[in-house]
């Protein structure tokens, strides 16, 4: 081999280096920007909504009131994904993603400015549906396939490793958003913050999500990314012939990461209602709690990939099912001290989650992926998430904590189903 060629494919390893880094950076940045708005409207839930939006109700039907319309942005989602492929097609990938984080920004601040029930009356929670299912459409048309090829250009060997990048984005952004609340809450007066600075957290979250749009179009615009050229793992295939082919494959997708998506609120919400329904403690006191649940699930989440690479992501997520269906049959003895439950309740979320969307997209061909990948990730989060905080609550305040616990470990069963019947699956086609 020639200098000319030995250096020619130095360079092309270089760059290809290069351009896996700039996706990395993008996808961090565009999910901590999500992650960070998901969570500061996943505490209003708790601590402002039942307060100002649903005040006419006593405290318990108005947290579960809240909880419902937290849910539909995840039912949203899979209808917009649809809707937005048409505007790609017309407009481009670009094209698509701006016109969804502008409506996700749109319907963001106008939370923000959301009148309340005390001055609007019925209209304040009407409108607070409005804002949550726009919401909902601009996340599920913001999916831009970055995070998947992120996956699919990982180094062999290293796959779990950057699988376990995009979800650093959950603890981050839930970070951020405990930290912004706990200083609202810690340092103005009650009246303050319901007054005017519980609005601040949804302003800063349309600010970074301005950052996310401009990185994220600058990398699809980049003529230079030949990643970004790899146009049959960004392209969508039309969603009936993908059903027709791979409609057992999404359902099984969609169930192989509940109980990841349970414990993230059974972590992250939960503990916020459940201390909003007993009052054992001030709320800034909780929401510190959870920032320390955060930073001990940045390190988690890390270490997941490098136990996927070394153990496999299937045997770790079989293992994590198990151990979080234990934690939620201890959940009563754990909640009575709140810094176990916190420690490991986190430790068990990070090396879950860490893992937990790396599932997915390897059940379809890759014709299919982007397609197949999008509508199981949505689903997922409907049976997994959606309804998990309305769930537990309910459940809570109806019959005791241990059965928040045992809906938990309803979810870890589910998952350890979907990986029995995936291998069962594989066997059967290996046979054939």
């Known amino acids: 081999m020639s200098a000319a060629n030995i250096q020619n494919g130095s360079v092309t390893a270089e760059k290809a280096k290069l351009e896996l880094d700039e996706l ?4 961090i940045m565009a999910r901590v920007t999500d992650y960070f708005g998901f969570f500061v409207y996943a505490i209003a839930s708790v601590i402002v909504f ?13 947290i579960l009131l809240s909880f419902a319309v937290f849910s539909l942005a995840f039912l949203a989602r899979p209808i917009s994904s649809q809707l937005f492929k048409m505007i790609e097609r017309k407009m481009g990938r670009s094209g698509k993603i701006g016109i969804a984080l502008l409506l996700l920004g749109t319907a963001t601040m106008a939370i923000g400015l959301l009148p309340v029930y005390e001055t609007a ?27 998947l090829l992120l996956q699919s250009n990982a180094p062999e060997g290293r796959r779990g490793w950057y699988a376990m990048i995009p979800q650093l984005g959950a603890p981050i952004g839930l970070c951020v958003a405990a930290a912004v609340f706990y200083v609202l809450t810690g340092f103005l007066t009650e009246q303050e913050f319901y007054a005017w600075g519980w609005r601040w957290p949804f302003f800063a979250v349309l600010a970074v999500n301005v950052v996310s749009l401009f990185a994220r179009l600058q990398l699809i615009h980049s003529d230079d990314h030949q990643i970004l050229k790899e146009e049959v793992q960004l392209k969508s295939a039309p969603m009936m012939e993908m059903l027709k082919i791979h409609w057992r494959d999404v359902l099984l997708a969609a169930f192989l990461p509940l109980a990841s998506y349970a414990i993230l609120h059974m972590m992250t919400v939960f503990p916020l209602a459940y201390n909003y329904l007993m009052d054992v403690e001030p709320m800034s006191w909780t929401l510190l709690l959870m920032l320390i649940g955060g930073v001990i699930c940045i390190p988690s989440v890390v270490f997941s990939g490098i136990l996927a690479d070394r153990y496999g992501r299937r045997r ?3 293992i994590m099912s198990i151990l979080i269906g234990v934690f939620g049959l201890l959940i009563t003895v754990l909640l009575e001290e709140h810094a176990a439950y916190i420690l490991v309740g986190f430790v068990l979320l990070g090396l879950s989650y860490g893992q937990a969307s790396a599932i997915v997209p390897n059940r379809f061909k890759l014709k299919y992926r ?4 999008a509508l199981a990730t949505n689903l997922s989060w409907i049976f997994g998430a959606a309804f998990a905080p309305l769930v537990a609550t309910g459940l809570t305040m109806e019959f005791g904590v241990a059965f928040a616990g045992l809906y938990l470990l309803s979810g870890a069963v589910v998952t350890l189903l979907a990986l029995v019947i995936l291998k069962r699956r594989e066997a059967n086609s290996d046979l054939a």
Not at 24 to 27: K, L, N
Not at 50 to 60: A, C, I, M, T
Request: proline share 6%; hydrophobic share 50%; glycine share 16%.
């Open 370 to 373: 982007y397609s197949g990948a």
């Open 316 to 318: 770790m997520l079989a």
């Open 121 to 147: 009356g019925v209209l304040s929670p009407i409108l607070l549906i409005v804002f949550r299912i726009a919401q909902g459409v601009g996340l599920g048309g913001s999916w831009d396939g970055l995070t």
């Open 50 to 62: 039942p307060r100002l939006v649903f005040s006419n109700y006593d405290p318990g039907t108005a």
């Open 24 to 27: 990395v950076v993008t996808v």
